[in-house]
């Protein structure tokens, strides 16, 4: 991954407002009232607000990104609200995760580059146990227009860093598909994610 990747992540984390607020992504706190609370990992997670919320409702909650601002947000944020989350920086081809150990993978906005994403997506998967879930909700590939008309909604600006439900049918093929659809969805978190966009959803249980 480039260093100006990791520049504009670290430049935006370190600003005093969380970037995509300290609330729960809505699609993920729905989904979670399904599940029994058990081992979960944020992939991409930021400044941690899911991976807190998770820990407040019952969760051991671990989380991975490449920024160490991210970290520090998350980790200010677990404080404030009273769990603690392991948070690893660093790339995950470089995190010593065991396979089939998580109960549920969550992958909130989490776009990394198009040139390591199926190779993550698959190394995500063999994480899950049996029986254990992916929850994802991304930006899909008809989302750019929804971003020139409306800035503040936030978003990749170029096609390649979309997802496609061809692709998450690709590197979760070892899932059967409880949610897998395309749609409009309104977002309010922070200040990033404001407005109409159009996003990718995908719940999986691993067979």
Do not use: C
């Amino acid at each position: 991954m480039s260093d100006p990747w990791l520049k504009r992540w670290n430049d935006r984390y370190s600003e005093k407002e969380y970037a995509f607020g300290t609330q729960p992504n809505v699609f993920l706190e729905e989904q979670l009232k399904h599940l029994s609370p058990g081992r979960i990992l944020f992939g991409a997670e930021g400044e941690g607000r899911n991976a807190v919320f998770a820990a407040r409702n019952g969760w051991n909650a671990h989380a991975f990104d490449i920024s160490v601002e991210g970290k520090k947000k998350a980790l200010e944020l677990a404080k404030e609200q009273h769990v603690n989350i392991d948070y690893k920086v660093g790339q995950l081809t470089d995190i010593d995760y065991a396979i089939e150990t998580f109960d549920a993978v969550a992958l909130i906005y989490a776009h990394f580059p198009i040139e390591i994403r199926s190779t993550y997506h698959q190394l995500l998967a063999k994480l899950v146990k049996p029986g254990g879930h992916v929850i994802l909700e991304a930006f899909g590939k008809e989302h750019l227009k929804y971003r020139e008309a409306n800035p503040k909604i936030g978003g990749p600006r170029d096609l390649d860093t979309l997802i496609s439900i061809s692709e998450l049918e690709r590197d979760f093929k070892d899932f059967q598909s409880i949610i897998l659809e395309e749609k409009e969805v309104q977002l309010q978190e922070g200040l990033y994610h404001n407005g109409t966009g159009w996003a990718v959803r995908f719940v999986g249980k691993k067979h």
